[in-house]
């Protein structure tokens, strides 16, 4: 039995019935590991030894006969904006390069309770604020279907490392499309729930309105597989839903007759990469054939999207990110690296690698305090981390609060609007995931907007707070993965797992693999 060509539910069947040892299973996916990861680029940290000794563990139980967990045996690796006892957390940032969390974040304390072994601690853009995976402090991740190529990110190790079959399943975490974009530029599914669906005790706080937790799979299937272990309300999350978490595993093989689903125009506008429509309108041919309706429907305000996330999501970030000062946490500057301009006041920061070259004199400095302060965040953050902070910061100063911050507040409502009427109309919104297929390393590197506006199809769902799922829907002549979106209302995960499950039993873009010879 080869453990790397197993879905996630064959893999825990086999373990269960006792057809493979947990052990076995978890020696294949860090074999492959070390095998192809030196090209990749997908894992921050890997414990071999402590998952091994986890899985031993859980075949001497099935042994004896005791009971074990849903997930009992599966490898999962979790992306490093979670927090894990025993791996460092770092966001891929060198403010927290080495930090090691007391606790568990709920999802992973789940999976654990399930008997799911975690492999290591995947790569991702500095603190989730990218869409290439190429912001992290250690190092981009690089596309297994073309390793000149970007992942998409943030969830971009998450996204490859499923691709490349180094773990059956992955979690990702989505604030404007960190695991839909990764995912459908790397031919995997990935599933970002409604928000609250998924306890955040435990995420590293990006924008705390908009993030949430979600699986990255090879299937559907595979993510309903680990939707009803790791979601559920958590009394640690004043955000977390009180919601019955149903089988959605039970669910999946419902007929899609008479699904209606609708196509915005606006989804199909200027920016979109040919290729990428056609195989997003084959996608909608495949659902018709299966008996679902297609339907017209508007989102007036879609156009707003990005000006409104690229104002709210840094807002919060400044906000979240004050704490890494030094002093109450993360990195802090050593003493005499920075240097005092000849007033005896201000200094000119030597920043960390990565943090954009050495800052420049901009004031005085009355407290030795506030110098270190200042010279830990210019050293601990990378460019683009500074960059939203900056914008955050400056969004919610006096005289430009209303202007900006109030006033995207009140876009969002219109955009949530939006939503709720077009599914009186529809059941579920479909398009595309990403305006092209992956992108090269370093070609929006240069460019922000341009980065930006990757995320334009998927950041209205974070926006409106309703979940989202992404799968492969075709390739391009070059090789590269298309990806296909989903969108629903509120709490509506079975149905959105059942569509994407329906698709993929018509079709076999999601079996696909990239050629990586170890």
């Given at each position: ?9 064959d ?6 019935q006792g057809e493979?040892?947990?052990v076995a299973?978890?020696e294949?996916f860090?074999d492959?590991?070390?095998a ?8 921050l940290a ?5 998952a091994?000794?986890q899985a ?12 074990l967990?849903?997930l009992a045996?599966?490898p ?8 894990t ?7 891929a ?6 930090f090691?969390p007391p606790?568990d974040a709920?999802?992973v304390?789940?999976?654990?309770r399930?008997?799911?072994v975690?492999?290591?601690k995947?790569n991702?853009d500095e603190f989730?604020?990218?869409g290439?995976n190429e912001?992290s ?7 297994p ?14 996204a490859a490392?499923?691709?490349a079959d180094?773990a059956?399943?992955?979690i990702?975490?989505d604030t404007?499309g960190?695991?839909r974009?990764?995912?459908g530029?790397?031919g995997i599914?990935?599933?970002k729930p409604t ?6 005790r435990?995420?590293v ?5 908009l ?7 090879r ?6 597989l680990l939707?009803?272990t ?12 009180a919601?019955?978490?149903?089988t959605?595993?039970s669910?999946?093989n419902e007929p899609l007759?008479?699904l209606?689903i609708?196509?915005?125009?606006e989804?199909?506008g200027?920016?979109l990469?040919p290729?990428v429509a056609?195989?997003?309108e084959a996608a909608?041919e495949?659902l018709?054939?299966?008996g679902?309706?297609i339907?017209d ?5 879609a156009?707003?999207g990005?000006?409104t996330y ?6 919060e970030?400044?906000s979240?990110?004050a ?6 946490y993360?990195h802090r ?6 240097h005092?301009?000849e007033?005896g006041?201000?200094?000119r920061?030597?920043t ?18 506030v ?5 830990s965040?210019a050293?601990g953050?990378?460019?683009e981390?500074k ?14 609060y209303d202007a900006?911050?109030a006033?995207?507040?009140r ?6 609007r939006?939503y709720l ?5 529809v059941?579920?919104?479909a398009?595309p995931?990403?305006p ?11 460019d ?5 506006l ?8 974070n926006l ?7 799968f ?5 002549a070059g090789?590269?993965p ?11 995960e079975?149905?959105l ?7 993929q ?6 079996t ?6 170890a």
């Amino acid at each position: 039995m080869q453990p790397l060509a197993l879905s996630a539910v064959d893999l825990v069947a086999a373990v269960q019935q006792g057809e493979l040892s947990a052990v076995a299973c978890a020696e294949a996916f860090f074999d492959r590991i070390a095998a192809v990861d030196g090209r990749i680029n997908a894992f921050l940290a890997v414990n071999r030894e402590a998952a091994v000794a986890q899985a031993a563990a859980i075949d001497a139980r099935r042994k004896a006969g005791k009971p074990l967990g849903p997930l009992a045996g599966l490898p999962v690796a979790v992306k490093d904006a979670l927090c894990t006892a025993d791996l460092p957390t770092t966001c891929a940032s060198k403010m927290l390069e080495g930090f090691r969390p007391p606790y568990d974040a709920d999802v992973v304390a789940r999976l654990r309770r399930a008997d799911a072994v975690i492999v290591g601690k995947t790569n991702m853009d500095e603190f989730a604020m990218g869409g290439s995976n190429e912001n992290s402090a250690f190092g981009a991740v690089h596309n297994p279907w073309d390793l000149t190529r970007a992942p998409g990110g943030s969830s971009g190790g998450s996204a490859a490392c499923v691709a490349a079959d180094m773990a059956p399943v992955a979690i990702g975490s989505d604030t404007g499309g960190s695991i839909r974009q990764p995912a459908g530029l790397c031919g995997i599914t990935g599933f970002k729930p409604t928000y609250g669906r998924i306890s955040r005790r435990g995420l590293v706080a990006f924008a705390s309105s908009l993030d949430q937790i979600g699986p990255m799979a090879r299937s559907a299937a595979d993510c309903a597989l680990l939707m009803e272990t790791i979601a559920g309300h958590d009394p640690g999350d004043a955000t977390s839903l009180a919601e019955p978490v149903p089988t959605y595993t039970s669910l999946l093989n419902e007929p899609l007759q008479g699904l209606r689903i609708g196509r915005v125009a606006e989804h199909f506008g200027a920016g979109l990469d040919p290729e990428v429509a056609a195989g997003v309108e084959a996608a909608f041919e495949t659902l018709k054939a299966a008996g679902a309706t297609i339907h017209d429907v508007e989102l007036p305000h879609a156009k707003y999207g990005i000006p409104t996330y690229y104002l709210i999501a840094p807002c919060e970030a400044s906000s979240n990110l004050a704490r890494y000062d030094g002093a109450h946490y993360g990195h802090r500057a050593e003493p005499g690296k920075g240097h005092r301009a000849e007033t005896g006041k201000g200094y000119r920061a030597e920043t960390g690698r990565g943090g954009g070259g050495a800052g420049e004199y901009v004031g005085g400095f009355d407290s030795p305090l506030v110098e270190m302060y200042c010279r830990s965040r210019a050293e601990g953050f990378g460019p683009e981390v500074k960059r939203r902070v900056m914008l955050g910061t400056y969004a919610l100063s006096a005289g430009y609060y209303d202007a900006f911050y109030a006033k995207a507040l009140r876009v969002r409502r219109l955009i949530q609007r939006d939503y709720l009427e077009a599914f009186t109309k529809v059941d579920l919104i479909a398009g595309p995931v990403s305006p092209t297929p992956a992108f090269k390393l370093g070609e929006k590197t240069g460019d922000p907007l341009a980065m930006y506006l990757v995320d334009m199809y998927t950041v209205g769902t974070n926006l409106a707070g309703i979940g989202g799922i992404s799968f492969p829907c075709g390739f391009t002549a070059g090789g590269l993965p298309i990806g296909f979106q989903l969108q629903g209302p509120a709490l509506a995960e079975s149905l959105l797992l059942r569509a994407a499950h329906g698709y993929q039993q018509l079709t076999d873009w999601h079996t696909r693999r990239p050629a990586l010879p170890a």
